[in-house]
């Protein structure tokens, strides 16, 4: 069983920090890409960063450039999002997904999971 845990939502005003950790446990054999969205009320869900399998590569939505940077730390099964210059509108449920092989499957199919969600919040 793999579960992803959140943490590092919350209510910050408008030109605040916050940090967005997203750890997965279980039986898992490799990460490939992995990703933030977010889905505010009455909207879709919507890609905000991603990160390539390698890490070399990420790209972000365009609301978020330049303020968003994603990272992970391999040996700790962790994806972060460092969200800086926040703004009302980044105001959302927050969820991140990853792309998994796991022990014991067969090597090269991957599995995609999804964090709980975490609230942020940006007052004006």
């Known amino acids: 069983q793999v579960q992803l845990v959140e943490s590092g939502g919350g209510l910050v005003q408008a030109g605040g920090s916050l940090r967005l950790s997203c750890a997965a446990s279980?039986?898992?054999?490799?990460?490939?890409?992995m990703g933030w969205y977010r889905q505010a009320p009455g909207h879709q869900r919507e890609l905000v960063a991603r990160?390539?399998?390698?890490?070399?590569?990420?790209n972000y939505a365009d609301s978020v450039k330049g303020r968003f940077t994603i990272s992970r730390d391999i040996a700790k099964n962790t994806v972060y999002l460092q969200m800086n210059s926040l703004k009302p509108e980044d105001t959302a449920v927050y969820y991140c997904?990853?792309?998994?092989?796991?022990?014991?499957?067969?090597?090269?199919?991957?599995?995609?999971?999804w964090g709980q969600g975490t609230q942020v919040t940006v007052s004006s």
């Open positions: 990160i390539s399998s390698g890490g070399d590569s990420t």
């Open positions: 997904k990853m792309s998994l092989e796991l022990t014991g499957y067969i090597t090269g199919i991957e599995y995609d999971y």
């Open positions: 279980g039986s898992i054999s490799r990460l490939n890409a």
